[in-house]
């Protein structure tokens, strides 16, 4: 059973940065086979993709973040993080992240493929 907690998470104002981690553990496999991707929902709306990466380090990205957000994976310290700069009013949202260990290493956003999702944490940008 993988275990995911993410941090990260707080109040910013309209532009401002924030960086979001995801710790995995408790993993049977090595935590370099797993593909992780970030999520978020917010008040009244479906849950949606943000950035995946895959175990072969490939990456994706939603389009409402694309040169604003980094999805980046330390396997030494089982961490994925999510560099979130230039934040938007719209970007807040209960942020998740999720984990499957995938038969052919690629980088998804598909809700359906992970296995493991961590609790969440809450990001609100401010005008």
């Known amino acids: 059973q993988v275990q995911l907690e993410e941090s990260g998470g707080g109040s910013v104002q309209a532009g401002g940065s924030l960086t979001l981690s995801c710790e995995g553990s408790?993993?049977?496999?090595?935590?370099?086979?797993?593909?992780v991707a970030w999520f978020r929902q917010a008040p009244g709306k479906e849950r949606e993709g943000v950035a995946g990466?895959?175990?072969?380090?490939?990456?994706t990205y939603a389009e409402f973040v694309k040169d604003r957000f980094a999805i980046s994976k330390d396997n030494t310290k089982q961490i994925v993080y999510l560099q979130m700069n230039n934040l938007k009013p719209e970007d807040t949202a209960m942020y998740y992240c999720?984990?499957?260990?995938?038969?052919?290493?690629?980088?998804?956003?598909?809700?359906?493929?992970?296995?493991?999702w961590g609790q969440g944490t809450q990001v609100t940008v401010s005008p």
């Open positions: 408790r993993q049977r496999y090595k935590y370099s086979e797993f593909s």
């Open positions: 999720a984990a499957y260990r995938p038969l052919v290493c690629r980088a998804t956003m598909d809700p359906g493929e992970f296995r493991y």
């Open positions: 990466i895959g175990c072969d380090g490939s990456t």
